[in-house]
């Protein structure tokens, strides 16, 4: 049974950093797109991050380019999501997303029907 686990949200002070964590357990997603998306309350669910797993490419939304990173560990069965000089606007639930299918890479797979293993999710807050 696949199932994704995050961890790390917290209240952050705008201009701060966190990191979060996604721990990926029954099945080895060595070649595959793993997603940081997130959603506010009344919108849609969007991507923030994608990173293939075959190579390590990654896909950012422009919102935050240049001050997220997403990264994978070594043994692969943990995807973090690096946050730097948090805005008011990144405050959301975060949520990581897995898919199943290996299509070479992510840059088509940047919508939520293209995955199919999600997280609970992990709330992230920033303050003035």
């Known amino acids: 049974q696949v199932q994704l686990v995050e961890s790390g949200g917290n209240s952050v002070q705008a201009g701060g950093s966190l990191s979060l964590s996604c721990v990926v357990s029954?099945?080895?997603?060595?070649?595959?797109?793993l997603a940081w998306f997130r959603q506010t309350p009344g919108k849609e669910r969007e991507p923030v991050a994608i990173?293939?797993?075959?190579?390590?490419?990654?896909i950012y939304a422009d919102s935050v380019k240049g001050r997220f990173t997403i990264s994978q560990d070594f043994a692969g069965d943990t995807v973090y999501l690096q946050m730097n000089g948090l805005k008011f606007e990144d405050a959301a639930m975060y949520y990581c997303?897995?898919?199943?299918?290996?299509?070479?890479?992510?840059?088509?797979?940047?919508?939520?029907?293209?995955?199919?293993?999600w997280g609970q999710g992990t709330q992230v807050t920033v303050s003035s």
């Open positions: 997303a897995a898919q199943l299918h290996d299509w070479g890479d992510c840059s088509d797979s940047l919508s939520i029907d293209d995955y199919n293993y």
């Open positions: 029954g099945y080895t997603f060595s070649s595959n797109c």
């Open positions: 990173i293939y797993t075959g190579d390590n490419s990654t």
